[in-house]
């Protein structure tokens, strides 16, 4: 049996406002237990919300950089449901009418093929405190600092067919976010989280199967891990000629598996309504216009740019311009060196790339700045550097030994290219070894490979190659 | 003194005649004397309110003082007040003490007024008796065996018993207006957003609007005037002006167009209580008011609509009484879902409880739509019968209760016949009108009230009519037997 | 409108309240009176009627984004039943 693989992601972004989304306690990550929890937070009694214009903004930021529609006019509802981590026994959502409506996204993939993912909608909320778990025995404590904390949940359609492209779809909703700079992306603190709503159906059919949403899906990694192993669950079940049931599921990363969430048992009945401490939010035009002035250069526009401009591929290209970072990072390379785009972006995907991951590090972490890279660039670019010679060199800098010719001065890695010097070299080489000489001279060309790699022995691998052939070449060729 | 209107006592205190320490006291020993009998107050601040009246008195010696430094006052126990135990009538918040105060706490206590104590109130203000309390029932001074009206009965008690000048109260659905009426008060609710609703415990939060209840119409203007305003803590309150209401209190009532809906004067309208309406009305075409009949068609509507609104709004605003953060935490709860349920359960109330259900089911799945939804569409249909009636008249006229007070316990057992006491009160709320409830005569010497209807942020039109009918009258300077 | 004691038991542990089993027929009488009683609004005829959620027309005030609000646990957590290292303790919560 052929199975097709339905997906659709609800992607929590934390916006990167100074103060919550009703209140005007901070945001800011990682403060004692409840001491960014103000009375409004709290859910005291007589308290009200107000709205935080910045993440108005933000939402709106994003709704024009997916081309999606800018409601008017939309309303704030509330979804009641009780769970510690929620003081007022409801959350304010949008539920009806949402602030931004249609649009979408294109997501590459990895066979240089794209496909458009469309977005249903993206809307206001407000995130929920924390449950503790560890230190108390049958006992959780509540941490409230992250309660009220600005959320845009941004919907997709069920448009993604495999779990690549779900991780697609989401690194490129994580690197618009971060372009917008409306969240700072930062999975492992939560501020981007993503709950992904699988089915399966039998190749060719077009009624969607029932789905399951998976929870607590906190890296890239994971997400693709949970979609493949509920899709083979779904797969089992059915099948085994069982029936998939409509539920809530946990991934749980450790064991690698998807389990029902015993909260979520009891089925959902949230009593939406209108907010009345809220009045609908109207957005007029000119605060859109406003907006879409402050809107950066977007991921594909970026892309096209930095293919026509640089010449890179559409791979690299795309590669380049993952994060608004990254991007920079490399244009402020190219600018240093003074052209070079080719070498240059082959750096910042190679060395670089590979050095960042090997250290789970960013590329604003990176103790390599794009001008200590151009340092280094130059030197291979004028011939102080051999290609190995700049990878020992590309690593010292990378251990903060200092700028690159520095490095090279103090190591000693500077490249020979002395003619004198070097033949002077080859002179010895060719009196210390008198039988390879004459044998070379007897027509064993391949001896030819001995003698460059005692020059370069001699010289620790310092001497230009180029050169130490050329002089090679007249001194074993010439008879005396 | 108690005898005096706040607006004479201000008076007193601004000529030194009286000082606040001396007023304060006096309050301070009726209450002790007759707050048994009526149950009127939760909270007595004795020593605070002394220290206050001190501050007060020294304000007025360095001419730092208004209008209202050194007034005492009582606050329903629904406004959350920094230090002090705001209970809300309810077992649930019967150890809780307000880390804050609410806006109106604050704008009174940053005029220098004083404030004696918190009032006994229905439980979440859910109620038209006072019998909800789990402080136990108010007693009506005009008749102890009668309810003083609900929910801001302890406030309407406190004040007809002269054990307070003036008290505050809210209205979610009659809260002020009822009371006021069955105590021969005045009593005041503004329009919608007109008074800031941070820190009043939340009941309606589309209906709920704070007042006063005081003796004259002249007190109320005074009051409204200093707790009227816009609050950026409250989203739904309105950046307006507030006109000054003293100053605009002798505007003449020649040419005002009063509407006279004919939907009040129904069969469940005690007799006299209407022939009481007619009576004040002639006093108003003295003054140069006209009287047109009008109608309010969709008038039936209200009490039902109020009644899915409310108790929708109710549902929600009250889940944040979970047992976890403040307030009632039932003994060794074992799983979440019992700390919860039995948490709440001991600490609501029977009428809170039918509320929250009420509500809780016409938002549920499958009955929203039936319920909720019909409810909001009715609502603007009663919103627009007020919007055509005031194309033609200035302010509607009416009785603000079918009938003078009831008996305790009269009216306990069946929820219907409770809500029906609010049935002229109800729409008001829906359409945020302000409305205002004066003393016009008695019916088996017991006070009912005139209710005056104004349209949205008319108050001063309200206050005029209803002072200028004051100074025809002397209902409002009648004191119960027994608190002269 | 009758509500069966079932249904006053499902909509008491939706809106998390323990009712006794005395109480509650007592309840589902109370409540089913309340029910007839609000449906005579399907007498009115609301078609092209639009819904009102408030009095007063008018749009969501913005405001500015900026903290001003500072830690004040201690004296928030004065009124919490049980508090331990600053957390609010409950029950263990099960995901």
């Given amino acids: ?480 | ?484 | 409108m009758s509500l069966t004691p079932d249904e006053v038991r499902s909509i008491a542990r939706l809106a998390r309240l323990a009712i006794s089993d005395r109480d509650i027929p007592r309840y589902a009488d109370n409540l089913s009176r309340i029910l007839d009683f609000v449906a005579q609004l399907d007498k009115a005829d609301t078609t092209s009627v639009a819904p009102m959620a408030h009095p007063l027309d008018m749009s969501q005030r913005l405001r500015e984004d900026a903290v001003t609000e500072s830690n004040q646990r201690e004296l928030f957590q004065k009124n919490a039943p049980q508090v331990e290292a600053g957390l609010y303790l409950v029950p263990k919560v099960i995901e």
């Fill in chain 2, 1 to 484: 003194m108690h005898t005096k209107t706040l607006t004479e006592l201000a008076r007193d205190l601004k000529a030194r005649k009286l000082s606040s320490e001396e007023l304060t006291r006096s309050y301070l020993t009726r209450i002790e004397r007759f707050n048994p009998q009526l149950n009127a107050f939760i909270t007595v601040l004795q020593e605070e309110a002394l220290a206050a009246a001190r501050a007060a008195d020294a304000r007025i010696k360095c001419a730092d003082a208004n209008a209202l430094t050194g007034l005492p006052l009582a606050h329903k126990d629904i406004f959350c007040t920094a230090g002090v135990k705001t209970s809300c009538g309810s077992k649930m918040l019967d150890n809780f003490v307000s880390p804050y105060d609410a806006t109106v706490v604050e704008r009174f206590r940053q005029a220098g007024m004083v404030l004696l104590g918190k009032t006994n109130m229905d439980e979440f203000a859910m109620g038209s008796s006072n019998e909800t309390s789990f402080y136990g029932p108010v007693k009506n001074p005009w008749d102890p065996t009668r309810v003083p009206g609900g929910s801001s009965g302890g406030s309407a008690a406190a004040v007809a018993a002269r054990l307070a000048p003036a008290a505050t109260g809210t209205d979610t659905g009659g809260s002020i207006r009822q009371p006021a009426a069955l105590t021969g008060l005045t009593g005041i609710k503004p329009t919608y957003g007109r008074v800031s609703r941070y820190g009043m415990i939340a009941f309606a939060s589309s209906l709920d609007q704070a007042g006063v209840i005081t003796y004259t119409a002249e007190d109320a203007a005074l009051l409204l005037g200093a707790m009227a305003g816009f609050d950026p803590r409250d989203s739904t309150s309105v950046d307006r002006p507030v006109p000054d209401y003293t100053a605009e209190l002798e505007r003449p009532l020649k040419g005002l167009r009063i509407g006279l809906p004919k939907e009040f004067f129904d069969p469940g309208l005690d007799g006299r209580v209407g022939a009481a309406v007619h009576a004040a009305l002639t006093i108003y075409k003295k003054l140069g008011a006209e009287v047109r009949d009008i109608s309010l068609p969709n008038f039936w509507l209200s009490v039902p609509t109020y009644y899915v609104v409310a108790p929708a709004e109710c549902s929600s605003n009250l889940s944040r009484f979970d047992g976890v953060r403040f307030g009632h935490r039932c003994e060794s709860p074992v799983d979440l879902l019992d700390l919860y349920t039995r948490s709440r359960g001991e600490g609501f109330g029977a009428e809170v409880k039918r509320r929250i259900m009420t509500g809780t089911y016409v938002l549920s799945a499958g009955y929203y739509d039936a319920y909720y939804l019909k409810a909001q569409k009715t609502r603007t249909l009663i919103r627009q019968d007020f919007i055509t009636a005031f194309e033609n008249v200035d302010v509607i006229m009416g009785p603000s209760t079918p009938t003078p007070a009831f008996g305790l316990g009269e009216k306990t057992g069946d929820p219907i016949t409770m809500y029906l006491n609010d049935i002229y009160a109800n729409g008001v709320n829906l359409a945020g009108l302000p409305g205002i409830s004066i003393p016009m005569g008695f019916v088996d010497k017991l006070p009912v009230g005139l209710q005056i209807i104004g349209n949205y942020f008319d108050e001063t039109r309200l206050l005029s009519a209803a002072h200028q009918y004051q100074r025809e009258t002397d209902w409002h300077r009648q004191i119960p037997r027994g608190f002269e």
């Fill in chain 1, 1 to 480: 049996m052929q199975w097709e693989t339905v997906i659709g992601l609800e992607i929590h972004a934390q916006l990167l406002t100074n103060s919550k989304i009703f209140s005007a306690a901070s945001t800011a990550f990682g403060a004692a237990p409840n001491t960014q929890a103000c009375l409004v937070d709290l859910g005291y009694p007589g308290v009200l919300p107000v709205l935080n214009k910045e993440a108005v903004r933000m939402a709106v930021k994003f709704g024009l950089a997916v081309g999606a529609g800018i409601a008017p006019r939309s309303v704030f509802a509330r979804k009641n449901y009780f769970y510690p981590d929620l003081p007022k026994g409801y959350q304010i959502s949008q539920y009806e009418l949402p602030v931004v409506s249609k649009g979408s996204v294109e997501i590459e993939l990895e066979d240089g093929s794209s496909r458009r993912i469309g977005i249903t909608r993206a809307h206001l909320e407000e995130d929920a405190g924390k449950s503790l778990h560890e230190g108390f025995e049958g006992i959780s404590g509540i941490d409230l600092n992250r309660a009220g904390t600005p959320l845009l949940e941004i919907v997709s359609e069920p448009d993604m067919r495999s779990a690549k492209e779900a991780v697609a779809y989401m690194k490129k909703i994580h690197s618009l976010v971060r372009y917008l700079e409306i969240c700072d992306g930062n999975l492992q603190e939560g501020s981007f989280r993503c709950d992904a709503n699988v089915s399966i159906r039998r190749k060719g059919e077009h009624k969607f199967g029932t789905r399951t949403e998976l929870k607590n899906i906190n890296s890239f990694h994971f997400v693709e891990k949970a979609i493949l192993y509920e899709v083979q669950r779904q797969i089992d079940v059915i099948e085994g000629g069982g029936k998939v049931v409509q539920e809530t599921r946990l991934y749980d990363s450790k064991k690698n598996e998807t389990r029902p969430m015993r909260s979520k048992e009891e089925a959902n009945d949230y009593r939406y309504f209108p907010d009345p401490d809220l009045l609908p939010l109207e957005i007029a035009e000119s605060f859109v216009s406003e907006v879409r002035k402050t809107l950066p250069e977007l991921p594909d526009g970026k892309k096209q740019r930095f293919m026509r401009a640089y010449g890179l591929s559409a791979y690299d290209a795309a590669l380049l311009t993952a994060s608004r970072e990254l991007a920079d990072y490399y244009e402020m390379l190219v600018q240093a060196v003074g052209g070079e785009a080719k070498l240059c972006a082959n750096w910042v995907m190679g060395e670089l790339s590979a050095a960042l991951n090997q250290n789970n590090q960013d590329i604003v972490q990176s103790p390599v700045t794009a001008v200590m890279l151009a340092g280094l660039l130059k030197r291979i670019l004028d011939g102080t550097l051999s290609g190995k010679l700049a990878k020992e060199v590309f690593e010292a800098l990378w251990a903060g030994e200092g700028e690159a010719d520095a490095v090279i001065e103090k190591k000693g890695l500077k490249q020979i290219t002395d003619s004198s010097a070097i033949g002077k070299i080859i002179d010895e080489i060719m009196t210390a070894n008198p039988r390879q000489l004459s044998d070379y001279r007897a027509g064993k060309d391949k001896l030819f490979a001995f003698f460059v790699g005692q020059v370069m022995k001699a010289t620790q691998g310092k001497a230009n190659p180029q050169q130490v052939n050329e002089l090679l070449k007249k001194k074993l060729g010439a008879y005396s």
